[in-house]
């Protein structure tokens, strides 16, 4: 029993765990039918995780409240892998005036219940709750960060933001560029795992973003290493199972033109489980060496955050593992 919530969580990466995940992504990323012997289990594995629909109605609906109230926002990664939605809907709202004006419209109007944050969040300055009627949850993020440290100008995505037809619905959307590097700074600094949807959208992604526009925006945001170890990351399972993408190829091979070797690759022997947790050790050599460099630049408040995050990081996982029970997805 205690293995099986352990291999739920992610604590432990056991063989039968990483024969099912390798399965799984070796069907979706060659388009392939899958067939297995023990279906509930594996249907357990890709169950997506909120109704679709739903997920579009709640976003319509504060859409227009935002806009009417002349508050500025983009989405950010809700709808970057359908049909997977996630458990929330999430905005980035960077103006500090308009996100107070937002939650207290939230809380008056709207009577939300907000929801209990991570020690990080908190710090952060992001903002949760669940409407009356919505089973996702509705959360305004400041920015793009764990706690504070610096990656990206918010200002900057809103300024670049377009509305993009998805699903027959219109939405205020990121750059391609900044999808990519938001998607890099969850995985590695803020989530710290992999779904399987992450890595068919980042392959997705990187058909139309610009290549040289997405290495400029790691370079700007002092995240090469980590850059390099989600690539890494992404390539042992498109080996694994067999795949050859072109785009990917080429891009790994500017970055490591442009950032170096791979430092960590010493942490790369773990088995390949979805959702695939990034070392804990990884995770804390990031953070140093990303808060190194904003040192090295003199942007110590961010630096601090860098050397702060790690002891944070493992507190909260601790307490997501606990109230999630095991509940975990490798979709």
Not at 235 to 260: I, P, T
């Amino acid at each position: 029993m205690k293995l099986n919530f352990l291999e739920e969580i992610g604590g432990v990466k056991t063989a039968r765990r990483e024969a099912e995940s390798l399965l799984l992504a070796r069907a979706l990323l060659k388009n392939k039918r899958v067939s297995v012997k023990d279906e509930a289990r594996m249907l357990k594995l890709v169950q997506k995780n909120k109704d679709a629909a739903e997920a579009f109605d709640l976003y319509d609906q504060m859409s227009a409240v935002f806009t009417k109230h002349g508050v500025d926002f983009v989405a950010i990664k809700s709808f970057d892998s359908l049909p997977d939605i996630g458990h929330d809907i999430d905005l980035l709202v960077p103006s500090a005036t308009q996100l107070s004006q937002a939650e207290k419209l939230l809380l008056s109007e709207y009577k939300v219940t907000p929801q209990g944050l991570t020690h990080c969040d908190r710090i952060l300055g992001k903002f949760s709750c669940f409407l009356p009627g919505y089973k996702h949850d509705f959360e305004l993020y400041p920015t793009i960060s764990q706690l504070g440290e610096v990656h990206l100008d918010p200002a900057e995505v809103l300024r670049f933001r377009r509305k993009v037809m998805v699903e027959g619905r219109e939405v205020w959307m990121t750059s391609d560029s900044d999808r990519v590097l938001i998607r890099v700074i969850h995985a590695m600094f803020r989530h710290n795992f992999l779904k399987l949807s992450d890595i068919l959208d980042f392959l997705k992604l990187i058909e139309t973003a610009n290549n040289d526009e997405v290495l400029r925006k790691i370079d700007n945001a002092r995240i090469g290493d980590a850059f390099i170890f989600y690539l890494a990351s992404i390539d042992r399972f498109l080996e694994s199972c067999e795949v050859e993408n072109s785009h990917f190829l080429d891009l790994q091979k500017l970055a490591k033109q442009r950032f170096g070797r791979d430092r960590l690759s010493f942490l790369r022997r773990d088995r390949l489980v979805l959702p695939y947790r990034i070392p804990t050790v990884a995770i804390i050599l990031l953070f140093l060496l990303k808060g190194a460099r904003e040192a090295a630049h003199k942007r110590w408040r961010s630096s601090l955050s860098c050397l702060a995050a790690p002891p944070l990081i493992i507190l909260d996982f601790l307490s997501a593992a606990v109230r999630a029970g095991g509940r975990g997805g490798v979709w």
